[in-house]
């Protein structure tokens, strides 16, 4: 069965530092990748997501992600983070054959530090 | 332009009363989804809909919920009788023709309270 494991719960980094968010997840064929940010008390927006072709995608906001099949990851980075990205984040797989029954990470809520 | 819409953002309401949640979607949208978040489980799909019709109701918890969309710009997810265990917050989503899979657009959610 597809999964999802976001292994840090809460990271706290300094604005301006760099951001790597962790995802790892279990699918047989070649996944369909998500990252999806939720700020409080709204709805949850796509940043970015993976297909195929090239392994480092770019998203929006200045985040990018990079799929690695032998690892089973699929990280999100982001090279200098400012106090607007405190919000949780979510790792999803999709399956190929269905358009949006997505399996989503339990979240990693992300606080910057001034 | 309008994202898509929710209604109520919060309910609180007894248990055993019935509870109805309901969603517009982007004018233009053909896919529709019901997720739940709860801290608990995550989040959660409920049931998706395309083109008006039910595709996969496989994640509705149990027989007390049922969902509807009698036309393309309108939704509603029924809960009754309502348990405390319902408490959750009740996202829709929708995404258009031709989207790549996953590809969702969120409501701001409903927060439901069952006391």
């Known amino acids: 069965a597809q999964s999802v494991t976001q292994p840090d719960i809460h990271i706290t980094v300094s604005e301006g530092a760099s951001l790597e968010l962790r995802c790892n997840y279990s699918?047989?064929?070649?996944?369909?990748l998500f990252w999806y940010v939720q700020s409080p008390g709204q709805g949850l927006q796509l940043l970015l997501k993976?297909?195929?072709?090239?392994?480092l995608v770019q998203g929006i906001k200045g985040f990018e992600a990079e799929f690695k099949r032998s690892q089973s990851s699929f990280n999100l980075r982001k090279p200098s983070v400012h106090w607007s990205d405190a919000a949780e984040y979510f790792c999803?797989?999709?399956?190929?054959?269905?358009?949006?029954?997505?399996?989503f990470g339990q979240g990693t809520t992300l606080q910057v530090k001034p | 332009d309008a994202g898509v819409i929710q209604s109520p953002r919060h309910e609180v309401t007894e248990m055993g009363q019935e509870v109805t949640l309901r969603c517009k979607p982007i004018?233009?949208?053909?896919?529709l989804f019901w997720y739940r978040q709860t801290m608990m489980r995550g989040l959660e799909l409920l049931i998706y809909?395309?083109?008006?019709?039910?595709?996969?109701d496989s994640g509705m918890p149990e027989d007390r919920f049922s969902a509807k969309m009698p036309n393309a710009s309108f939704s509603t997810l029924k809960i009754q009788p309502s348990e405390p265990r319902d408490s959750a917050v009740y996202f829709c989503?929708?995404?258009?023709?031709?989207?790549?899979?996953?590809?969702?657009?969120f409501g701001e959610g409903s927060r439901l309270t069952v006391l």
């Open positions: 699918y047989g064929a070649t996944p369909y």
């Open positions: 989503a929708s995404s258009p023709p031709l989207a790549g899979p996953g590809e969702l657009f």
């Open positions: 004018s233009g949208h053909n896919s």
């Open positions: 999803a797989v999709g399956d190929s054959g269905n358009t949006g029954k997505l399996i």
């Open positions: 993976y297909f195929s072709g090239d392994t």
């Open positions: 809909f395309n083109n008006n019709v039910p595709i996969d």
